[in-house]
């Protein structure tokens, strides 16, 4: 089992900066990809930032030149820098991690969510 928690959001007053960071703990063999997702009130979960373990990184198009998606050192976190920010990217920001607990043992966790608020 693969544990997700996650931290770093808060209030921010439009145009600041925050960072998030979320780390996995537990039976991991491998991790494929890294993603933060957010979801705003009254709306659907929407991918925001992605990266793989190739290092490859993709943003949704509302967050490119503003956002930027990182793993540490150890692999096992990632992170989410976040710059200009607009009161559009208030939400929940979930994190999400793929990989493989042994060589036949696919994990896809979801940490519990942190929240963001950017105040105009």
């Known amino acids: 089992q693969v544990q997700l928690v996650e931290s770093g959001g808060g209030l921010v007053q439009a145009g600041g900066s925050l960072s998030l960071s979320c780390a996995a703990s537990g039976s991991i063999f491998s991790i494929n990809s890294m993603r933060w997702y957010r979801q705003a009130p009254g709306k659907q979960r929407e991918l925001v930032a992605h990266t793989t373990s190739g290092g490859s990184t993709n943003y949704a198009d509302s967050v490119k030149g503003r956002f930027t998606i990182s793993r540490g050192n150890a692999k096992n976190t990632v992170y989410l820098q976040m710059n200009s920010l607009k009161p559009e990217d208030t939400g929940v920001y979930y994190c999400?991690?793929?990989?493989?607990?042994?060589?036949?043992?696919?994990?896809?966790?979801w940490g519990q969510g942190t929240q963001v608020t950017v105040s105009s």
């Open positions: 999400n991690v793929v990989g493989y607990s042994d060589i036949s043992r696919r994990f896809d966790s």
